[in-house]
């Protein structure tokens, strides 16, 4: 036997159950051709993956800008920071170096002036009047050789002497000394010969 609510399901769909149906079934329809239409659509397709891209591309570009920005930054520090050191230590070194010039200067003149004291002492009276006869007979053979060669020489050399001169004045003392004791060493060692 059928039972009432059987027989409905066999029953045929009633107009407005069809009209359903089919409104339905267009709906699923448009959507499904729309669907299909955007997959179809290569150029649109192309246009959202290019805008994507541009997207990404500027977003790169201002990264890069930033990082390039921030690395220049960095460097310039970095640079003057190193040129800083650098200039600490070169005046480190400049100030270690005149002190150690100052030390061997101070040395080497106090043996200088004891050298120079020793041949002193060891040198005969006589001799030490021979050396400062024979400084004086060169000093005034210099002099004269000097003025000869004043009258013969053209004006740039004899300016070119002047300033060698005047560098010689400012370190008199020292060429005195070194040249009064290289005549006494001569002296000393010609008489030794002689006897």
Known sequence: MSTPSQG????APTPEELRE?????????????????????VKAQAKEKAAEFTAQAAEFKEQTKEKSAELTEQAKEKSAELTEQAKEK???????????????????REKTAHAAQLVKD???DPV?????LAV???????????????????DPVR????SAVTLAKGKRTPLL???????????VRRSRRKR
């Open 90 to 108: 070169a005046a480190e070194l400049r100030e270690q170096a005149a002190e150690k010039a100052a030390v061997v200067t101070d040395q080497l």
């Open 159 to 162: 300016e070119q002497a002047e």
């Open 8 to 11: 409905k399901k066999d029953a």
């Open 177 to 187: 000394a070194a040249a009064t004791a290289l005549a006494v060493l001569l002296l």
């Open 136 to 154: 004086a007979q060169v000093r005034d053979t210099a002099t004269r050789a000097g003025h000869l060669a004043a009258e013969k020489t053209p």
């Open 128 to 132: 030490l009047e021979k050396a400062a």
């Open 21 to 41: 149906q089919v409104e339905h079934t267009r709906d699923e329809l448009g959507l499904t051709v729309e669907a299909l239409a955007a997959k179809a659509d």
């Open 122 to 124: 060891k040198t005969p």
